[in-house]
């Protein structure tokens, strides 16, 4: 058997943090190893597997279309792309009516801020601290972290940061000049950090007053993953600018800005378009992956069995001191503890349960929707058991 850890490091890039682990398959939240062992996955790759892993709908969907057509620039029209635009106008927030196709979260926050300053002339965008848009330059200035700003300044020049979850701050920070505030609904790479409820109705106000446009990063927090299609819908607030991806071709590589038609139509010809955007295999992975979310109401199936994950992440809590905070909505969790978790993803592992990151300290939960009760039980009990294991190393 081909010995893919050798391979890929000699060959990959050194900058993912690698498990030791080598997957070759996946169904619905389970996903095997080389040598034929079962995870349940509540990584799901950072929150892709939505509809779960080789979902058979878009497996179908990406089949038929491989075999009709895999490219098609965009400059020519397609129908399969034709029917992605319509469906995921269709379940939009309302007044958001026109779409820049992308291939990845990073690039859909790339062409939202080119659309902001395009829209607006202005140049100024104001982020917040702890957030987390991406690696790419322009979405890279607007991410919190420096970590992973540092090493690569300068960033594009405009950016400045307010207190997530702090309105006076961002009210001190927008002004006439400013082109956009961008936020995550959710904050979900600094550890799953939910704002005061009417803190998104005041960064409306504040951007309206000012003529600024407000874009939301949906590309986590998006497509059912916190119990509603979007978690602005939590907030009761409407951006002018989302952007998504992760889940959003059903695991393909794809992204989307959808914006008020007028923030779109500003673009002029050749001014921001990409060779793979909206190309013919991904919009009909896109398709089925939407269509999927749709009549299974993957959101409604979110909130329910996120509520049953989030008590058991509770009791947990409640069993050991070494817990922290329980924090999140739907399917999107996190289990803070007081200790370097590092330890106890690798065990998690052992036990057959893929988990991720949040911080050092910050286990983050993002299961496939499709995850059974008895997964999610099996999962529960499996960091129950590791928790305590942590705890008794810390206290004996
Ligand atoms: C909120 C948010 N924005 C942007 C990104 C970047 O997406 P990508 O890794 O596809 O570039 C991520 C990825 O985790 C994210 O969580």
Known sequence: ???????????????????ELTLVRGSGASVWDDQGKEYVDFMAGYGVAIVGHSNPKVVEAIAKQAAALITCHGSFYNDARSEFLERLVGVSPKGLEKVLLTNSGAESVEAAIKLARRHTGRAKVVSMKGGFHGKTYGALSATWNKKYREPFSPLVPGFEFADYGDLPSVEKMVTSETAAVIAEPIQGESG???????????????????????????????????????????????????????????????????????AVSSLLKGEHTSTFAGNP????????????????????????????????????????RIAREVRGLGMMLALELRVDIRRLL???????????????????????????????????????????????RLVG
């Open 192 to 262: 799953i950090v939910i704002p005061p409820r009417d803190f998104f109705k005041g960064v409306r106000e504040v951007c309206d007053r000012a003529g600024a446009l407000l874009i939301l990063d949906e590309i986590q927090t998006g497509l059912g993953r916190t119990g509603r299609m979007w978690a602005s819908e939590h907030w009761g607030v409407v951006p002018d600018i989302m952007t998504t991806a992760k889940g959003l071709g059903g695991g393909v590589p794809l992204g989307a800005v959808v914006a008020r038609a007028d």
């Open 281 to 320: 295999l991904a919009c009909a992975a896109g398709v089925a992956a939407l269509d999927f979310i749709v009549e299974n109401d993957l959101p409604a199936q979110a909130a329910e069995k996120g509520k049953a994950l989030e008590e058991g992440l509770r009791v947990i809590a409640g069993n050991h």
């Open 1 to 19: 058997m081909r010995d893919c850890r050798e391979t890929e490091e000699k060959y990959g890039s050194s900058s993912f943090q690698k498990f």
């Open 346 to 392: 690798d065990s998690a592992m052992s036990e057959g349960l893929i988990l991720a990151y949040s911080g050092r300290n910050t286990v983050r939960l993002l299961p496939p929707i499709v995850a059974t009760d008895d997964q999610l039980r099996q999962g529960l009990a499996v960091l129950e058991k590791l928790v305590a294991e942590e705890e008794i």
